[in-house]
Nanobody
Framework: VQLQASGGGLVQPGGSLRLSCAVS????????TGWYRQAPGNQRELVAV???????DYADSVKGRFTISRDNAKNTVYLQMNSLRPEDTAVYYC?????????WGQGTKVTVSS
């Protein structure tokens, strides 16, 4: 199973980025797909997750600013990030869970700075 994350970069506070994660499984075989992030010195934390039925959940810190979605035809999950803040700076990882397995992408770095 392969997950290819992309879309990170440097953005000013208040700006937007869209992360993409291309997965090598069809979503029919996946329980959940999500985005996690890890800032220097911090533990990896859940940012957003989307289930096989399309249900979504978000960390409180990103609710109302970030949106997770997927394109079943492209086997790709997206994370639209708006109103970015310096505290959103981290390496973002995509993850998929297909019981009993959990797979990680390579990470894409997001830096929010003026």
């Amino acid at each position: 199973v392969q997950l290819q994350a992309s879309g990170g970069g440097l953005v000013q506070p208040g700006g937007s980025l869209r992360l993409s994660c291309a997965v090598s499984l069809t979503f029919l075989n996946i329980d959940t797909t999500g985005w996690y992030r890890q800032a220097p010195g911090n533990q990896r934390e859940l940012v957003a997750v989307i289930s096989s039925s399309g249900g979504t959940d978000y960390a409180d810190s990103v609710k109302g600013r970030f949106t997770i979605s997927r394109d079943n035809a492209k086997n790709t999950v997206y994370l639209q990030m708006n109103s970015l803040r310096p505290e959103d700076t981290a390496v973002y990882y995509c993850n998929l869970k297909s019981r009993p397995y959990s797979y990680w992408g390579q990470g894409t770095k997001v830096t929010v700075s003026s």
